[in-house]
């Protein structure tokens, strides 16, 4: 029975994030990105404070918080790609 509890305790791990899909949700106008302890395929993974969403830097837009400025280490990533 115990080797049953265990079982079910290790299906209950987190997703590995390199194969969940991002969060990507509507502006609620609260957005302040940050960047995550998180890497997803070898990129940094930024998440929203406001509405939950995540952005690596592969993705083809770019986060911005809610006064419209993009929060100076994404600008950092983004300008520095070719």
């Not at 079982?7 to 990105?33: F, G, I, K, Y």
């Not at 395929?41 to 592969?58: D, L, N, T």
Request: charged share 30%.
């Amino acid at each position: 029975m115990s080797s049953f509890r265990a079982l079910r305790r290790s299906d209950r791990r987190q997703p590995d994030p390199d194969l969940a899909p991002l969060r990507v949700r509507s502006c609620r106008d609260l957005c302040e990105w940050t960047r995550t302890p998180v890497e997803r395929r070898g990129e940094p993974m930024f998440a929203c404070r406001g509405c939950g969403s995540q952005w690596v830097p592969s993705e083809h837009w770019t986060p911005r918080d809610s006064n419209g400025s993009v929060p100076p280490e994404v600008l950092e990533i983004v300008t520095a790609e070719p």
